[in-house]
């Protein structure tokens, strides 16, 4: 095992003091390519470039002598430190942080980041940061092979985003570019270490909040979900009551990173109450009036959804990949078409019970194992003659299928 292991973050400025005693004793140095060509390394001291960093954690841990680990920017903020740290190479680490690469970013963009949202998308799923920079309007995105701004942008060419692209942080060649998705994609990007994604008027001039990634004012005056219908901006009769929808969203599970749409949204009352929970939201409906009801619950609280202004199932098959669906409105024919896009869950809000068999029927089909239930509430009523008073409410089925 190496004698002594010193992880020192790289931002592209003056090393500090203690940074500099560490790589002057070093006899193994690692770190990425261009790190490696811009500090001094000892002569005789070897040199391991960062390509596959398990292999390089074990060279490191097998070494006898001093080990410098170098790594852009803070390498405990989604960097080396948390690999290094694994038990399986046993290894004890000195770190001499520097500015991460995300704090630079905004820097050079001169924004506040205290309410943004950092997400890595190195080896992941690039989908689940595009729909977080969908949810909100301040994502940070740390890019790497096949997730960077084109392929970014690419999944976000439906909503109005404004990319910064940070293209070589702290180095000579540093560029930072401010583009729409359109150029984002036609454009052939170099080792971008950042994107930031800006949603239509960022709050710049809000009071700072008090919980990092959050909005300014959060979590608002609201508390508790399901609320009444009379929260909403709604048309009479067309809201998912309060005790339906709290089965709805519990079904439906909404998570930071998730999709959903919201189709036959009516008031949005569903989707809005998915928002709530981090997860982005396309709300579907061909009502342009409600449309406009949808779009002023969003706001009422602070919460982003795309608002699509057209009839199922026809107008699904330009929208992006959900992770779950919820159906209030639309026969089997919609169902199908929601079925057919492969969300790991569908719930459908059912008004006539003699449609449950032909729309469980649409889902096992489609290879969902489904299940469901009877809703059947009373409210309390105003008092006649001091009694106390139950007002049932119209019977609804709530169906859900996960996709086997």
């Not at 405990?76 to 680490?93: D, S």
């Not at 689940?128 to 995105?141: D, E, P, S, T, W």
């Not at 901006?233 to 998912?240: E, F, K, Q, V």
């Amino acid at each position: 095992m190496a004698d002594r292991v010193t992880v020192i973050g790289y931002d592209g400025g003056p090393l500090s003091a203690p940074a500099v005693q560490a790589l002057r004793a070093a006899t193994l140095v690692a770190g990425p390519e261009r790190v490696l060509a811009a500090v001094e390394v000892p002569d005789g001291a070897e040199r391991v470039v960062l390509g596959n960093v398990h292999v390089a954690a074990q060279r490191i841990g097998a070494h006898r002598g001093i080990a410098v680990v170098l790594a852009i920017g803070d390498p405990g903020f989604f960097g080396i430190v948390r690999l290094l740290r694994r038990p399986e190479y046993g290894l004890e680490l000195e770190i001499v942080p520097a500015v991460s690469s995300v704090a630079l970013a905004f820097a050079r963009a001169s924004m506040a980041w205290d309410d943004a949202r950092v997400v890595s998308a190195l080896g992941r799923d690039v989908r689940r940061a595009a729909n977080l920079c969908r949810a909100f309007g301040k994502v940070a995105v740390l890019t790497g092979s096949g997730a960077g701004p084109a392929e970014l942008a690419s999944l976000l060419a439906d909503v109005p985003r404004t990319f910064v692209i940070c293209e070589r942080l702290g180095t000579e060649d540093e560029e930072i570019s401010m583009v729409s998705a359109e150029h984002a994609v036609g454009h052939e990007w170099s080792d971008v270490d950042v994107v930031i994604v800006i949603g239509p008027a960022p709050r710049t001039g809000a009071a700072a909040g008090w919980l990092a990634g959050e909005r300014p004012g959060f979590p608002g005056p609201v508390r508790g979900w399901a609320l009444a219908e009379e929260s909403y901006a709604h048309r009479a009769g067309a809201i998912t009551r309060a005790e339906v929808r709290a089965l709805v969203v519990a079904r439906l599970g909404p998570r930071l990173g998730d999709l959903v749409w919201d189709v036959g949204a009516g008031s949005g009352s569903v989707g809005v109450e998915c928002a709530r929970h981090g997860a982005a939201v396309v709300a579907i409906e061909q009502d342009a009036f409600r449309c406009d009801l949808i779009a002023e619950n969003a706001s009422r609280f602070g919460v982003e959804v795309q608002v699509v202004h057209g009839k199922a199932p026809e107008v699904l098959a330009r929208l992006p990949l959900p992770d779950v669906v919820f159906v209030g409105g639309g026969g089997p024919s919609t169902l199908a078409a929601c079925a057919a896009r492969r969300p790991e869950r569908i719930v459908a809000g059912l008004s006539e019970v003699d449609r449950v068999a032909e729309a469980r029927a649409v889902l096992e089909r489609a290879g969902y194992t489904v299940d469901g239930c009877l809703l059947q509430a009373s409210r309390l009523s105003a008092p006649s003659g001091g009694a106390l008073g139950l007002e049932p409410a119209h019977p609804v089925f709530v169906l859900w299928g996960d996709r086997s």
